[in-house]
């Protein structure tokens, strides 16, 4: 990606933040090393506002996402479901949402998906 194309990439992501088109907006993924998160929110930076809030989250696997959010909490509320152990169809209902997808939306991707998700329902490893 060029460099003009990754800046046009990032100020649409924090004008639809901003805008409150949706709560987040992730704009890119890679391993989380320490070069690579500060060059993240340097690039986040020049695009961020009171209504765009740059963020870094390491996932704790080895690999960090960032973007932008209208709220503090709704960055909370993303490292939680990327970082803990959760119901994969759960994770995918709160993700969907804190990037403004409709509930429909949501559902019809979760229909697609039956059978494979895993869920810790009863303790059993069993695909939904």
């Known amino acids: 990606m060029a460099l003009q194309d990754c800046d046009e990439t990032v100020a649409d992501?924090?004008?639809?933040?901003?805008?409150?088109v949706r709560?987040?907006?992730i704009v890119g993924e890679r391993l989380a090393d320490e070069?690579?998160?500060i060059r993240a929110m340097?690039?986040?930076g020049p695009y961020s506002s009171d209504a765009a809030i740059p963020f870094v989250v390491d996932h704790g696997d080895g690999t960090a996402s960032w973007g932008y959010s209208s709220t503090a909490w709704a960055i909370e509320l993303?490292?939680?479901v990327r970082t803990e152990e959760a119901d994969e169809s759960?994770?995918?209902?709160?993700?969907?949402?804190?990037?403004?997808?409709?509930?429909?939306?949501?559902?019809r991707h979760l229909d697609s998906l039956v059978g494979r998700l895993f869920t810790r329902s009863g303790g059993s490893?069993?695909?939904q």
């Open 13 to 20: 992501a924090a004008y639809l933040v901003a805008r409150g």
């Open 42 to 44: 340097t690039l986040l």
């Open 90 to 107: 759960r994770r995918h209902q709160i993700l969907g949402l804190l990037l403004g997808y409709s509930p429909e939306a949501i559902a």
């Open 23 to 25: 709560p987040l907006a």
């Open 125 to 127: 490893g069993s695909s």
């Open 78 to 80: 993303y490292r939680w």
């Open 35 to 37: 070069f690579g998160m």
